[in-house]
Structure formats: structure tokens, C-alpha cells
């Protein structure tokens, strides 16, 4: 799902490209993608465009007269811009913007349609996307430690509710949790005041620093591939591989759709963290610390029980001993 660094990116160049332009028409490919009806989306029929903003995850393009598009890709929802008149593939069109210097697209490529577009009406009706968490750009101190502390979650939960901070998604929580050197699954009332020091000043930095990248990496005039998986990230997706500040190799824990990358020596003092599904499938078989997944691990390439290693070991001293001459 795009996040707030991307989100950022696709507003600043849309801005670019369509503001003070008139909105011709909106061609719909898949009707199942606009969600409201009142008023008519036929009212923003040649509505000049005064702005492009982001609002949470979501895109919110305004019109003349207090129209505003309320734009959620969801997971799988990108946007394109192409030749004015040109038609999405079928497969994953959804909508299409028509201005007079192009077309934007809006594309789902999963076959779960979530993506959804809104047209109200007036400041309140934007208001009413809003989820109420905080910019964690401009959060200052103080409100960042009332809103991190005032429910009981994992911070991995914290970091991705909306309610409590706006544009965070999966894959920049895990890169702000390495970068402040917090387990994901900590408390957010267990922290004390350094951790949550850490924990705002590595919002901060990670965010600022996608974003400043994105920038530079986004081919004009628009962004043409959003993803959350980039070579240059610490834990998300690089499950497997090296951390970049220790070489320790990343774990993952997976609940559901949503997973949590993180590294065992930078973030939990080398423990690892336990699946739900397969540490209660394992068992006391799952590995509790590095040295122990390192062991597990050695005996899937041997196809020796480390336990079996060990005590072979232990006894060659004394079959040693007992070929000695007398």
C-alpha cells in the first residue's frame, strides 16, 4: 500500500500536472470503485483543479465550487499518466481523470477490488476521511508521547493505526522500529522516555529521507512503479538477507496478511520474536535465540541433529585416549 513518502511523491507531481487545469470527465472502467453518489459525478465536469493533497493514505484532488475527489489505492491501486483518451487494460481499469495535457488511470491490479473514489462536497466532507492520527512529520514531542501512550499496543500496531499516526504503513513501520532499535512487538506504555525519543526522531528521519529519495528516483512526469519493497531497506522484505548494520540475517513474524521484519541483534537483543502459526506448530522445537536458529539451521544442511554433534564431540577425547599404547 503506498505510504506517506509515496503518497507525498504522486501529489506533488499530480499538482504539477493538473492544477488550474479543467477536469473534462471521469470515464469509470470499474463502477464498483466509486462509493458515494451525492452529488453525481458528473458534477465535476469541467471543474478546474485548485490542488492535490494527501490525507492519510489517501489523495484528495480539489475542485471549483468545494468538489473534492477522495482517492484510497489500497493495496494494489497505482495511477498513470498517459495520452489524453487513453483506456487502462481491462484487467485491472478502474477509472480514468481526463484533462486537457493527459489522462491519470487508476489501475488495481488484484482481483479484490478495494480501491474506492469519492466526490463530496465542502471542507466537512473531506473532514470526514480523516482518521484523527497525527502527521508524525510535525507531531512534536509532547503530542507524540500522549499519542503513542494513550492505547496499549505493539508498536508495530501503533506505528500502522491510523487513528493514532497518519501515512505510516507496513513496510516504513519496520524500517523506523530497526532504525530506532525497538522490537515490534513492545509496548508502547513500556517505553520510556529515550526509547520514545528514539522512536519519534527515527519517524522523523526515515519519512523525510523516503521521501527525499522518492523525489529524486520518480521519472518525470510521474511516477510510473510505487512499491514497498526498495533495495535500499534495512528489514522490509529483505527477510533472509543481511542487516545492513550488523549482518545478522532478518527475521519476520507473519499474522495474517501483515508481517513484521526486523533484526534479532539490532532490535531484540537477539531473541527471536515467535510466530503465531508456526511457533504453536513447532512447538519447544522453535528457536528461541540466534545461536538455537543457527543450530536449526545446521541441521537442515547436515542432516545431523546438533544434539548428535555435540555428544560425536564429546566422545573422540576419549576414543582417542583408548588407541593410545599402553
Known amino acids: 500500500m503506498p505510504e506517506l513518502p509515496d503518497l ?24 464498483f470503485v466509486l462509493r458515494s453518489y451525492e452529488p453525481p459525478l458528473s458534477a465535476v465536469e469541467g471543474r478546474g483543479v485548485l490542488g492535490v493533497q494527501r490525507l492519510g493514505k489517501q489523495l484528495v484532488i480539489g475542485l471549483e465550487r468545494e468538489l473534492f475527489l477522495v482517492l484510497h489505492l489500497m493495496i494494489s491501486g497505482r495511477l498513470l499518466w498517459r495520452p489524453r483518451g487513453t483506456a487502462p487494460a481491462r484487467k485491472v481499469g478502474a477509472a480514468a481523470f481526463d484533462f486537457p495535457n493527459g489522462s491519470l488511470l487508476l489501475t488495481e491490479a488484484s482481483t479484490k477490488k478495494r480501491a474506492s473514489l469519492y466526490l463530496v462536497e465542502g471542507r466537512d466532507g473531506v473532514a470526514s476521511f480523516d482518521r484523527g492520527g497525527i502527521e508524525p512529520l510535525d507531531a512534536t514531542e509532547e503530542q507524540f508521547t500522549r499519542v503513542l501512550r494513550s492505547e496499549n499496543h505493539t508498536l508495530k500496531r501503533a506505528l500502522t493505526d491510523p487513528r493514532l499516526f497518519s501515512g505510516i504503513g507496513n513496510a516504513f513501520s519496520d524500517e523506523i522500529l530497526h532504525r530506532a532499535r525497538l522490537s515490534p512487538v513492545a509496548r508502547s506504555q513500556s517505553l520510556d522516555a529515550p526509547a520514545i525519543a528514539r522512536l519519534r526522531a527515527a519517524c522523523r528521519e526515515t519519512l523525510r529521507e523516503w521521501t527525499d529519495r522518492l523525489r529524486r528516483q520518480t521519472p518525470d512526469p510521474f511516477p510510473e512503479k510505487v512499491t514497498a519493497l526498495h533495495e535500499e531497506m534495512a528489514v522490509h522484505g529483505r527477510f533472509g538477507q543481511a542487516c545492513p548494520v550488523c549482518g545478522t540475517r532478518i527475521q519476520r513474524i507473519v499474522h495474517a496478511q501483515n508481517e513484521a521484519n526486523y533484526c534479532p541483534t539490532c532490535q531484540t537483543d537477539g531473541r527471536l520474536l515467535a510466530d503465531r502459526a508456526l511457533s504453536r506448530l ?21 542432516g545431523t541433529p546438533q544434539a548428535d554433534v555435540h555428544a560425536e564431540r564429546s566422545r573422540e577425547p576419549r576414543r582417542r585416549a583408548a588407541k593410545r599404547p599402553r
Open 8 to 31: 507525498v511523491v504522486y501529489a506533488e507531481r499530480l499538482a504539477a500536472l493538473v492544477a488550474g487545469q479543467p477536469l473534462e470527465r471521469v470515464r469509470l472502467f470499474n463502477p
Open 282 to 302: 513447532l512447538g519447544t522445537d522453535w528457536p528461541r535465540s540466534l545461536e538455537q536458529l543457527e543450530e536449526h539451521l545446521a541441521e537442515r544442511r547436515t
